[in-house]
């Protein structure tokens, strides 16, 4: 078991949601905190309401050239990095005959390309150090192909592939421990801030992610999970929880249930397009 006191930690996309919640969870541990995102007065706010040293380190996740320079101020801070939590993200609600290709493009350089390249501008050093620990914030729609959501499934399918693949490679031989989150429905702005179609911000909520687990609940679990040395963590319920396990454990049943679900799923799509056109 992994004691996180004293712990230089790494969370992008710590600005809010998820992120924010992880970084007052690991303040409450003990651990220094290096919190990264775009907006660096909420940076800030969050850094000046906790009760451990922190770096404040805004960066641009697909600044792709600048991210060298990233790595450096964070491990120049305390000569360290010991955890490494890859949340920063985006998602996304719109079927995939409705998606301009700039929606992949986006979308899978922000939640799939930029955390490779942060993970790997810094394995080499920590190998050299002795050890660390990668947590790779993913999804359920990492394990499912669920509706509304092809580009962000790529995604987030593909951050699980590379840890997994990551995990087979670093965890013995350099002692890098590499922890992979599938959260289901949290309550956050996850769904205002999704990419629609033509690459615009969707600007509504989700009933599903309104109703959805609290984020300080999110945090602990992945806090615990990594104390823990675990590999991978479910952190759903219900449906979710029982179609991440349902398609490796019963794939034929699970393939019938999502093409039930992603008509439902379109249908309804479709409808809320059409609305403000027959009501106009």
């Known amino acids: 078991m992994t004691d996180l006191a004293n712990k230089v930690t790494w969370i992008t996309g710590a600005s809010s949601g998820i992120g924010k919640a992880l970084a007052i ?16 007065d909420a940076l800030q706010e969050l850094a000046a309401s906790l009760t451990v040293e922190s770096l404040i380190l805004p960066f641009e996740a697909t600044d792709y050239p600048a991210l060298a320079g990233v790595v450096d101020a964070a491990w120049q801070w305390r000569g360290r990095v ?29 939640d799939l390309v930029a955390p490779i ?58 002692n890098i421990k590499v922890t992979n989150i599938l959260p289901g429905s949290v309550a956050t702005d996850v769904s205002r801030n999704a990419i629609t179609g033509d690459g615009s911000r969707r600007g509504q909520s989700d009933a599903v992610i309104d109703a959805g687990d609290d984020p300080m609940d999110c945090a602990a679990a992945i806090l615990e999970a990594v104390r823990n040395d675990q590999p991978e963590l479910i952190f759903a319920k219900e449906m979710e929880r029982d179609l991440a396990r349902l398609r490796h454990d019963d794939p034929e049943t699970f ?16 409808a809320e397009k059409s609305a403000p056109e027959s009501s106009s």
């Open 25 to 40: 969870k690991a303040a409450d541990a003990g651990c220094f905190l290096i919190l990264s995102g775009r907006r660096e």
């Open 82 to 110: 010991d955890v490494l939590i890859n949340n920063a993200g985006i998602s996304q609600r719109c079927i995939a005959l409705d998606a301009k290709p700039e929606v992949y493009s986006e979308l899978i350089n922000i």
């Open 117 to 174: 390249w942060l993970t790997q501008l810094q394995l080499g050093r920590m190998a050299d150090a002795g050890g660390a620990h990668i947590v790779a914030i993913s999804s359920v729609a990492g394990r499912i192909g669920a509706p509304l959501r092809t580009a962000y499934c790529a995604a987030k399918h593909g951050l699980i592939g590379y840890m997994d693949a990551l995990r087979s490679e670093v965890d013995k031989v350099h």
């Open 255 to 270: 393939f019938e249930a999502i093409a039930a679900f992603g008509e439902q799923t379109v249908s309804q799509y479709w």
